[in-house]
């Protein structure tokens, strides 16, 4: 058998492929952990902003020496990176054997035999309107996940003026539901409790497609899957957040109370600007309404700040969507210039150092508002799934709330609970996550 190390960045659309690619490989390659032991090399990257771009650039040109040293190693770059620099890529590069665009993950075994051939480096990143990725079902590797990602949609329509997705993803096109349902069955029989479906935008679901459901209704089919017991999604535009979609948070049971929504800013003027196409009241009116109908939900979002043009006025709004809302986590960023996005255009640049100190006081705040969240569990039992032993501290099981929120707890030693869902009393905090003590097992493993 050969050897593969595969490094992945970016999202969990990214991670999915990952996954894809594996598949594809198996049978003939295994997963390892070091570059120096593979006879293959793929790097799936990112481009979303600067710095993540930056991070591909200096390790793949790490493999230089590597492949001087032992040139039948095949190094290959997919994802984002891949798509966005496309022969630039290899030009720069010239020890990359194969550059992989986002639509063309399914033709890795037919690359890898062409690089055999020595045609090479060999550069795929054609891409399609109505492009439909293919049915790849997952490769029995032994690895029993208790969770997994499954993408419903690919690509973007919306054209966020810092964005470079719709650029990297393409057009947006919508999975079969078989197609869907057939991998998440799949999944689940070989062990899978909980699947997120992923998408840039998994509200837009099927609308481009005659005859094919709605995403609530999307949700209410995957519900339906003997064997499933928690169902996820990321992400959710504001606004195309729909009232049929904030229903199913109430009446599905196995949808987890949890949703992503990206607000990106605080300020109406620079959502304007963002192009995101709702203001700060129209999102704090979802806001509103969605905890109406499921009061328990958590809420996390993504911020930037520094885009263009931001005052400080601008970003004190940001400071007080934030205070208003409590989000239970937040991802912030300073903003970057990104190829094709329209804001780089935009002359009043935001200097370094100011991006620096807003993100700063981004992060004070709401690290104070998560320690609240999180303080409000003690004394509580949650549902948590099982995913195994902690990382950091192996003595404690780990695994998540249905809110989302990373719980460490002990339980009873010689009790193998990996994949079952139990209940756990929530003892103290850490930083990012719940320290608890098991109390029973509700289903399973
Ligand atoms: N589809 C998702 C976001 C995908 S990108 C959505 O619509 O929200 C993930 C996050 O990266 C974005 O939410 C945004 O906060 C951040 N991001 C995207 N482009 C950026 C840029 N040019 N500079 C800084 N942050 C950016
Ligand atoms: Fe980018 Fe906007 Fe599409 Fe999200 S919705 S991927 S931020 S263009
Ligand atoms: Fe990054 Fe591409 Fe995802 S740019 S965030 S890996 S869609």
Redesign the pocket.
Known sequence: MKRVFLKTFG?QMNEYDSERMLALLAGEYVPCEAPEEADLILINTCS???KAEEKVYSLVGRFRHLKARRPEVVVGVCGCVAQQEGERLVKRMPHVDLVLGTQNVHRLPEALREIEKGRRPLVLTEMRRDFVPPLILPSPDGRRPVKAQVTIMQG?D?F?S????PYVRGREVSRPPEDILKEIECLVERGVREVTLL???VNSYGKKEPGFPTFAELIRLVAEIPGLWRIRF????PKDLSEDLMRAFAEVDKLCEHL?L?V?SGSTRILRRMNRGYTRDEYLEKVRRLREICPEIALTT???VG?PGETEEDFRETLSLLEEVRFDEI????????PY?R?REFSDKVPEEVKAERLERVHELQARITQEINRSYIGKTVEVLVEGPSETRPELLTGRTRTNHVVNFSAPEGLDLKGALVYVLIKDTGKHSLRGEYLKTVKGP
């Open positions: 999202c979303v902003r600067r973007c919306n966020c810092y964005c470079v997705v998408g840039q935008n990321t992400t959710s535009h992503h990206p990106q993504d911020i930037i885009f991802f912030s960023f300073k903003y970057s210039d990104r996005a804001a």
